[in-house]
């Protein structure tokens, strides 16, 4: 029986995947690198210093700096992108989620954010729906960024759920990767061909209802 669902939030619950993008774009930039349009996609879902490695990768830089010196380059990407998401307001939920997590919320299901993004609590507040979650993993404390199940197993624990009494959210082709390592159903939100791995797919949030979730969710478990 379904009894929570499981949330990614960039590209999930609101469009910060495209100021990430913007702030690694200008990093980059300053490196003379120019990231390639697979970049959007393959950057998705990873945690910053994985984020990191893959822009200099694109460069064939990744053995020109430090540990300390690529922490300082991550550090800047992250204020870049800071200023970024600083003028985010609740008009930045994407179409479809004050409904969804409205309908959850009616239907008594526990919800907990399973992003690697250390900014999420900034931008859940901007966005006025922190009270919304029973919880937030706090990606400081774990080992293994996505695609490793570690972050799902982590939030589906923090709800006290099983692997088959949740539903994950993911917009990110790791992520799908990482939900169903970890033995849940996922709904991807994106292209159907890059997340097929996911058990149900949607073009984008607007498309997301609670039943249809719950009925793909059931005939799954059956
Ligand atoms: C999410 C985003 C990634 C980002 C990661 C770390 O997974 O999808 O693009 O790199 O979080 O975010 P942070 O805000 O901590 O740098
Ligand atoms: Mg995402």
């Known amino acids: 029986m379904l009894k929570g669902l499981l949330f990614d939030l ?17 990093l980059a930039t300053s490196l003379q690198i120019k990231l390639p349009p697979a970049a959007n996609e393959q950057l998705r879902g990873r945690s910053r210093m994985d984020s990191l490695n893959l822009v200099l990768a694109y460069g064939d830089q990744q053995d020109h700096f430090t540990q300390a010196q690529k922490v300082a380059l991550a550090t800047r990407k992250n204020q870049l992108y800071q200023q970024l998401i600083q003028k985010m307001t609740a008009a930045d939920i994407l179409p479809g989620i004050s409904n969804l997590l409205a309908d959850a919320k009616a239907a008594g299901l526990k919800m907990v954010i399973a992003s690697a993004s250390q900014n999420a ?8 729906i922190l009270d919304q979650f029973d919880g937030i993993v706090d990606p400081a404390t774990l080992k293994h960024g996505k695609p490793d199940p570690e972050i799902y197993v982590r939030a589906q624990q923090q709800a006290h ?5 949740v539903v994950a959210f993911e917009d990110a082709v790791v992520g799908v990767a990482a939900i169903k390592a970890a033995g849940q159903f996922a709904v991807g939100i994106g292209d159907a061909l ?10 984008s949030t607007a498309a997301l ?3 249809k979730i719950k009925q793909a969710f059931n005939a799954k478990q059956e």
């Open 121 to 128: 609590p900034t931008i859940l507040t901007q966005l006025g």
């Open 161 to 165: 759920l099983a692997a088959n009494e």
């Open 10 to 26: 960039d590209g999930v619950l609101t469009d910060s995947a495209k100021y990430h993008l913007a702030a690694w774009n200008q």
């Open 209 to 211: 209802r609670l039943d």
């Open 194 to 203: 890059a997340l097929h791995r996911a058990d149900y797919v949607v073009p």
